[in-house]
């Protein structure tokens, strides 16, 4: 009877540790990414590595401490941030990613594929270690895309994503998350030119743009950890489709949730301008209010005293190519 007593207290005290740890964890990676999207990257890197220490075998703090590194590099790199307002700067960018930065995000990377891929031994039907096997893949596939320009290696590592992610949803379909590759690579496969979606197609890779769109959109709604990231990317594709007005509203939506990321700001502004020009072309009324809000924008970005040099370097760049186009008749 003792035994089986001090059994049922052992059981219990572990169950109990479990809770702390899953509700620490949470935590942890919560105020973690509210510092990253706040451009606080050491103050994220800080939390994901306590995530780390308190749970070296579970993969969201290798993944975690991955997406900070990416994010870093891909809003500090000039050319790369000058695409939110200009494909030539891309195009003609020759900078080439910090080995030893590169480096890093590997090691992470690795670390967290391995991690799920040694849970998935265990249990094969494990949707968590699923699920960030997809979503460390994913970054991988976003990191060569972004950083290295190494669009193949891309397109391979985001259809390991999305298979990963698809049998996530088999096995638990309220698990909307991991809707985001699967969305955003529908999207990508159906905004490729006819002949190379024939051919994409006979490798089993089909998609469509508006599936895509409504898979992002969902989990901007359903989602628990992914909501945020689903809006970053919606700016830039409802801009693609020429819907200005709601790529503002998100870019609006995450500079109220994250006021000390200026270049959700930026999104904003290029919103408007964008919707200005558009509206010059088809020769239709344009809001003179618009025009003032977007200088209102740049103002109030430029009287920022929390600000970088680099950031407003990149302010005023934008800013006097906005002042061409709106003086541009």
Known sequence: MKLIALLIIL???????AQIDRKQLDTLRAEGYEALYNLDYE????????MIELAPDHPAG????????????????????????????????????????????????????????????KDPHDVEALYFLGAAEGLEAAYAGAIERKFRAALRAGSDSVDHHREVLKLAPDFHDAELTIGLMNYIVGSLPLPV????????????????????????????????????LLIDLYKREKRFT?????????????????????????????????????????SVAQEQQVLTIFN???????????????????LNITRQQLAAR
């Open 197 to 232: 979606k024939m051919l994409v197609a006979t490798m089993g890779v089909r998609g469509s743009k508006k599936r895509g769109l409504e898979a992002l959109e969902r989990v901007t709604v359903k989602g628990e950890w992914a909501r945020d990231v689903a809006r970053v």
């Open 246 to 286: 709601d790529a503002f509203e998100v870019a609006r939506q995450l500079t109220e949730k994250y006021p000390r990321n200026y270049l959700f700001k930026l999104q904003m502004a290029d919103a408007l301008v964008s919707e200005v020009l558009t509206l010059r072309k088809k020769k239709e009324p344009r």
């Open 11 to 17: 059981l219990s005290v572990t169950t109990v540790t």
């Open 62 to 121: 290798a993944q975690c401490f991955a997406s900070s590194l990416w994010l870093q590099q891909l809003n500090q790199a000039w050319e790369l941030k000058a695409t939110l307002y200009s494909a030539e700067a891309y195009e003609n960018g020759k900078s080439k990613p910090d080995r030893t930065q590169v480096d890093a995000f590997r090691k992470w990377i690795r670390t967290a594929k391995q991690l799920s891929q040694a849970r998935l031994r």
């Open 43 to 50: 103050g994220a890197r800080k939390r994901f590595q306590k």
């Open 300 to 318: 109030t970005l430029l009287r920022d005293k929390t600000l970088d040099r680099a950031a407003i370097d990149l302010i005023n760049f934008r």
